[in-house]
């Protein structure tokens, strides 16, 4: 009976300290890094999770030209003529860009030069070389049909100061809104990392048909 | 990264936008084709194309909608032979080219007048002497209609002939009848930097070039005397020179130069070029010039003015592209003359192999120093068949 006793003593003894060796030891010095290196599973392959957007700056040279009607006005005769804009714009734009569309807001500020007149057989009026200045917002929607070509819309919101200089007494000379609200349809073309080209055109009015043509350097 | 998927909405909104001129184009460096030579008989584009440049057309311009999606590729460029698949003697190769053109200038105004022209009608016939094709005959005989071919309308005339010998891989000598050689030869004849600078359609003259290619970079020299049917006062005399430089791949700067003079008039051009590929089938490029002309008649000061051609090429899918051309010109930059601008847009389609379809609508603007004038419009549709 006493051999009986001591062997489940013994067995329990040794039971309780199998036990004991298999429990987490609280002053384990293994840091709380190694432990998690050990329990992090081997590194798989996986891809870099898609930019969800990218955001530029640029600043842009473009042409402007576009033609309006010129309104003529002398006593009591009215006419209408052509008067033609061909001018220089700077922009400073932000763009954000995502995987197959994107959008900017721009602001732009230029100058050219307007010519106007010479068609009317009831008022006498022809005029070349009048300056003009011009000022808006162009904010821009597009479609991306590449990473290198996308196509979209511009709004172009603007206001045109020019003054037609009389060419007689007694003439009023008026061409096309100060304040214009327009769209363009365009393509921009990314030629270098930095460069692009911009092309649009829309109408600006009845009979009137704006292009804006140029390049954007981006940063 | 190409991820555009078609929809025939855009095509229609495309004809509805109204949509210029095109054959082999030099926009298709594209599709990595930067060399007139890999689909031309003429190493600087234009007239017939060689049998790769016909299988090419096939498989890679044109669409292939007609085509079972089992049928492979070779099948199809197989099938792009003269009498299609059936082979022809190694020694002829023949070929027709037709290009109709429908216009309407100032659709919607009073003025409105429209017309068909039959631009092209070409046979061609190209013999070799040899197997390699190291020495060859290219022949266009053409056929005008309305559009006078030095003073003769309906008329059927000689167009180009001339003899190409390949010294080696980097050296092809044309004798005969042939375009000069100078800048962009893009298809449209009527653009600012072909017919108004002697180089348009009927512009071909009898001389001698000498072609150096390399991989990186090619260069042709070009003695010319008038193209045969002219009068001898009208023939224009003299030389040219225009090369390429691959910056990187699918990007090509270049320049040409230009001397040659009649009894008439004398001319000097100078033009700067670049093509770039965007991604596959789009391209875009440039031609920007001065051009100098003194009419000897008039006795008058050299008239020195300017061109520039921006087009762009944007393929939607395989046989569909949007095509965007912006002209710009002006006749003297030293005195007050006018800068005439044109833009055209539209469509460019190879539904269906051996036809080119293309309609577009052109804008155009004349800025006077002097006084108003009014816009222009054209629309287009054009109809070209090869074989």
């Known amino acids: 009976m006493k051999k009986i006793f001591l062997f489940l003593f013994v067995s329990s003894l040794l039971a309780h300290t199998a036990l004991a060796q298999e429990a987490p030891s609280e002053d384990s010095e293994e840091t709380p890094a190694a432990t998690e290196a050990a329990e992090t599973p081997a590194p798989k392959t996986t891809a870099k999770p898609r930019a969800k957007s990218l955001e530029s700056w640029g600043v842009g040279l473009s042409a402007l030209q576009w033609n309006e009607p010129l309104k003529l006005q002398q006593g009591v005769t009215n006419d209408t003529d052509y008067a033609n804009f061909n001018g220089m714009t700077l922009s400073l734009q932000k763009e954000i860009s995502y995987y197959r569309w994107g959008w900017s807001m721009g602001a732009f500020l230029g100058s050219g030069r307007a010519s106007g007149g010479g068609n009317s057989s009831a008022i006498s009026y022809e005029k070349g070389k009048v300056a003009f200045t011009v000022y808006g917002i162009s904010p821009r929607v597009f479609y991306r049909l590449s990473g290198r070509i996308n196509t979209g819309l511009t709004a172009m919101i603007f206001m045109k100061n020019i003054d037609w200089p009389e060419d007689a007494g007694n003439q009023t000379i008026n061409s096309g809104r100060n304040t214009n609200l327009m769209g363009l349809m365009d393509l921009n073309i990314r030629l270098f990392q930095k460069w692009d080209f911009y092309s649009g055109i829309g109408p600006l009015a009845e009979g009137a048909t704006l292009w804006k043509v140029g390049v954007n350097y981006r940063f | ?387």
Request: with cysteine; net charge positive; glycine share 8%.
């Open chain 2, 1 to 387: 990264m190409k991820h555009f998927k078609f929809h025939p909405v855009f095509i229609f909104a495309a004809l509805l936008l109204g949509l210029n001129q095109a054959q082999a184009y030099p926009d298709f460096i594209g599709y990595g084709y930067s060399s007139c030579i890999t689909c031309h008989y003429n190493g600087h584009g234009g007239g017939a194309l060689n049998d790769y440049g016909r299988a090419l057309y096939a498989t890679e311009i044109t669409a292939r909608d007609i085509f079972p999606k089992k049928m492979e590729e070779e099948e199809i460029a197989a099938q792009s032979g003269f009498l299609g698949s059936k082979q022809l003697p190694w020694w002829i190769r023949p070929g027709i080219k037709y290009r109709g053109l429908w216009m309407k200038m100032d659709p919607g105004s009073k003025s409105s007048m429209e017309k068909y022209i039959n631009m092209q009608n070409d046979v061609n016939l190209t013999l070799f002497a040899d197997k390699k094709q190291r020495l060859t005959l290219v022949s266009t005989i053409s056929y005008t209609g309305l559009e006078a071919y030095y003073g003769k309308t309906n008329t059927w005339f000689a167009k180009e002939y001339y003899l190409r010998w390949k010294q080696n891989n980097n050296l092809w000598i044309y004798l005969g009848q042939l375009d000069k050689v100078f800048g962009i030869r893009n298809v449209d004849h009527t653009a600012v930097n072909r017919k108004a600078i002697t180089l348009g359609q009927f512009d071909q003259s009898q001389g001698l070039v000498a072609h150096f290619t390399y991989p990186d970079w090619d260069i042709a020299l070009n003695a010319f005397f008038g193209n045969s049917a002219q009068e001898d006062n009208e023939k224009q005399k003299g030389f040219s020179i225009a090369g390429e430089y691959q910056v990187y791949e699918k990007f090509k700067v270049g320049g040409s130069v230009l001397s040659s003079e009649s009894d008439i008039a004398k001319w000097n051009l100078l033009a700067f070029t670049t093509r770039m590929g965007l991604s596959k089938g789009s391209a875009i490029m440039a031609e920007a010039g001065f051009k100098e002309k003194t009419d000897k008649l008039a006795n008058t000061d050299a008239q020195l003015g300017t061109y520039a051609l921006i087009e762009t090429l944007v393929n939607i899918r395989r046989g569909y592209n949007i095509l965007s051309v912006i002209e710009h010109s002006k006749t003297d930059i030293n005195k007050s003359s006018p800068e005439t601008m044109r833009w055209s847009l539209g469509a460019l389609f190879f539904p269906l192999p051996r036809l080119e379809f293309r309609t577009m609508v052109t804008n155009a603007k004349t800025y006077m120093d002097t006084a108003g004038a009014p816009d222009a419009w054209m629309l287009q549709g054009q109809v070209h068949v090869s074989y």
